[in-house]
């Protein structure tokens, strides 16, 4: 979509501004269906940064997920989502989903061409 969908934007909004993560959400990318739940993008900048510094090799890359003027603030409220922010979520191939831990993922709202809420089940046979 060259334009994104307006309700999509506000769903995005919404969890910026109640910053939790409950709300699952499925998208149609271009390549991929992502499955999985929407967190604000401060928490979900943290939690990668998080497990960059606990690598040896790819510690000094969670710098780039700090925010800019170091306070960890989430950006401010009223500017609109350009990307969703998804953990614990999978990329739907065929019957399976990956990774099996669930991942980070983030989409730009523009590239989503259709979603869904919740999450869809996916078999590991």
């Known amino acids: ?5 307006d309700l999509l934007v506000d769903i995005a909004a919404m969890v910026e501004s109640e910053q939790h993560s409950r709300m699952s959400l499925t998208v149609v990318v271009p390549g991929a269906v992502i ?22 090799q790819l510690g000094s890359f969670s ?11 989430p950006p401010k409220p009223h500017a609109r989502p350009t990307h969703l922010h998804f953990h614990v979520a999978r990329i739907l ?33």
Do not use: C, N
Not at 1 to 5: E, L
Not at 96 to 110: N, Q
């Open 93 to 125: 191939q065929g019957s399976f989903g990956i990774p099996d831990t669930g991942g980070m993922y983030r989409v730009a709202l523009a590239d989503v061409s259709a979603w869904t809420v919740g999450d869809i089940s996916y078999s590991d046979q």
């Open 1 to 5: 979509m060259s334009h994104p969908d």
């Open 63 to 73: 710098s780039a997920f700090v925010s800019s003027d170091g306070s960890g603030e």
């Open 35 to 56: 499955t999985g739940r929407l967190a604000p993008e401060a928490m979900w900048k943290e939690r990668v940064a998080e497990v960059l510094r606990g690598s040896s």
